[in-house]
């Protein structure tokens, strides 16, 4: 069993293609002191096992050459394998013992996927495979498990791996499987801006408010050295906590801490350290994923952070009305502007525009690669979609209140995704 499920403590965990990056990552930082989760990682060594053992192996091998048709019917059929067909013996005994020797101890338990293609430079794939907060029960374990695996063979996997020139059947899926955080505050961190600085995301709760762009969380910006130069309360309407047996449950916040700040400066310039330790630990910029309980921060992911120099836009624009709203893409771009208020409307959109939006989600990622832009209502600097945005070049500014209702439908609109501005002209 140790090469199928091993410790994330151990150096072994250290490897990206035996665990993932985003496992392999949080077992550097923890070697180097940083405040990770225990856990233990499901290796890449167990998923090609249970490929092997359904008879996918060698029939995945050559999908790069299948025909389209071919192609999606043997994803579709990956898929319903993985959920549900037998799991080798030695996988299913190996998650049967971690249950039983850590589920009770930890209580709520969290499944992440950890692809051995993400989080890495210039393909993160942020938001695009499959996390369970809040497992509680054996069989829901293993259900998650499964899921996981399968992220790898969806629709939305492919579309992103094909952008790459990637191919799932060249890849495996090792899985993460960690304690709960139970967070009183949670978000996320860039280590570095254009503008050279920090920049801290937070909300009430845990932090797949923010990954989901569902919160406009509190913005806090700090000088490379630690300290805090700006704090922006964000509008944390409601927070989310995981209950046993319920999973994820979202609940409205009290209105006296809905813009209240959910770090205090000192707090602010702890993580602050911790950020930039993240970064010199790991040789390059970063982007994390930290929660706040009772014991202190915790890193909980960390992936490599695309910067890019601010662009100059045309002076032409500072003669028109703007908004403004959390930087989080990168550049600057204009376009027509599309304003959608569900994803039913999506169809609408064309290449070129820039997409006006209430939440921006993971969801809007294949949208990416048509827009000039992405203006939404909800979000902030660390979301998935955010992260995307960055790694593609493209412009984007979220928590822009009242974008939907304020900016016409086909007006010409500029956005800064350096500076958080929002511009636009008449139809």
């Not at 959109?349 to 690669?369: C, E, K, S, Y």
Request: with cysteine; aromatic share 4%.
């Amino acid at each position: 069993m140790t090469d199928l499920l091993i410790p994330l403590s151990s150096l072994q965990a250290c490897e990206p293609d035996l665990v993932g990056p985003k496992a392999a990552t949080l077992a550097v930082l923890g070697r180097a002191g940083l405040p990770v989760p225990e856990g233990v990682c499901l290796t890449a060594h167990a998923y090609r096992l249970q490929m092997t053992a359904l008879g996918f192996a060698d029939r995945t091998a050559a999908l790069g050459s299948a025909a389209a048709i071919d192609a999606r019917r043997l994803s579709i059929a990956v898929r319903l394998g993985l959920y549900e067909g037998a799991l080798a013996a030695p996988i299913a005994q190996g998650l049967r013992a971690l249950w039983g020797e850590q589920g009770a101890r930890w209580g709520l338990v969290v499944v992440r996927s950890s692809a051995l293609i993400e989080d890495r430079p210039h393909a993160n794939f942020a938001g695009q495979f499959q996390s369970f907060l809040g497992v509680g029960e054996e069989a829901e374990f293993v259900t998650a498990v499964r899921a996981c695996w399968a992220a790898l063979w969806s629709s939305q996997a492919g579309r992103a791996l094909a952008r790459h020139g990637l191919d799932p059947g060249k890849t495996a899926m090792a899985v993460l499987i960690q304690p709960l955080i139970a967070a009183r505050a949670a978000g996320g961190g860039l280590s570095r801006t254009a503008e050279d600085q920090m920049v801290l995301n937070a909300t009430w709760g845990l932090g797949s408010a923010i990954a989901q762009g569902d919160v406009v969380p509190d913005r806090i910006v700090l000088t490379r050295q630690g300290f805090v130069r700006k704090v922006e309360p964000g509008r944390k309407e409601h927070h989310t906590a995981c209950q046993h047996g319920s999973g994820e449950l979202s609940a409205p916040v009290p209105a006296a801490m809905v813009e209240t700040p959910c770090l205090t400066p000192g707090q602010a310039v702890a993580l602050g350290r911790l950020l930039r330790r993240c970064e010199d630990v790991l040789g390059l910029p970063v982007e994390i994923e930290w929660a706040l309980d009772d014991r202190g921060f915790t890193i909980l992911q960390a992936r490599p952070l695309t910067v890019a120099p601010a662009s100059v836009p045309d002076e032409v624009w500072a003669r028109h009305p703007g908004l403004t709203g959390h930087p989080a893409g990168v550049g600057w771009g204009s376009g027509r502007a599309c304003v959608v208020n569900c994803e039913c409307e999506l169809s609408r959109v064309n290449p070129g525009d820039i997409l006006v939006t209430r939440v921006a989600g993971p969801a809007l990622a294949q949208m990416l690669a048509h827009v000039a832009g992405v203006v939404a209502e909800r979000g902030g600097s660390t979301s998935h979609l955010a992260s995307l945005a960055r790694e593609r070049g493209i412009p984007m500014v979220l928590g822009v209140r009242d974008a939907t209702r304020r900016i016409p439908d086909g007006a010409q609109v500029a956005v800064d995704g350096v500076a958080g501005l929002v511009r636009w002209t008449g139809r």
